[in-house]
């Protein structure tokens, strides 16, 4: 019986954040909508770190419960930023990125 060597290593980080994603695609409609919306009133690049915060904002405001929001890990950033810009050309480009985990 042969041997199964992997030669690419599983970013757990990414896993998490496709888990993350299926669970909750609001979060992606909304970094969508919100980066679209800073497009069409003239911002050609936006930091998709705003855009976390914003979410996290609106959702402590929607909630009576300051334990019941959902958290949004900073370690989602890079691969939302890179997911969206790859999945809608129009914003392609749109987010500043430096070589992250999320490249690969």
Do not use: C, W
Not at 77 to 88: G, L, Q, T, V
């Amino acid at each position: 019986m042969r041997k199964i060597i992997r030669t690419a290593k599983i970013d757990p980080t990414r896993e998490k954040y496709m888990a993350f994603h299926e669970a909750n695609p609001h979060v992606y409609e909304s970094l969508v909508e919100m980066a679209r919306n800073l497009k069409a009133i003239g911002h050609s690049r936006y930091g998709i770190a705003g855009l976390f915060e914003t979410l996290r904002y609106q959702s402590a405001i929607r909630t009576s419960d300051p334990n019941a929001g959902f958290k949004l890990s900073n370690d989602y950033k890079p691969y939302y930023a890179r997911d969206i810009m790859k999945n809608n050309p129009d914003l392609d480009g749109f987010f500043e990125i430096k070589k992250a985990k999320a490249d690969k």
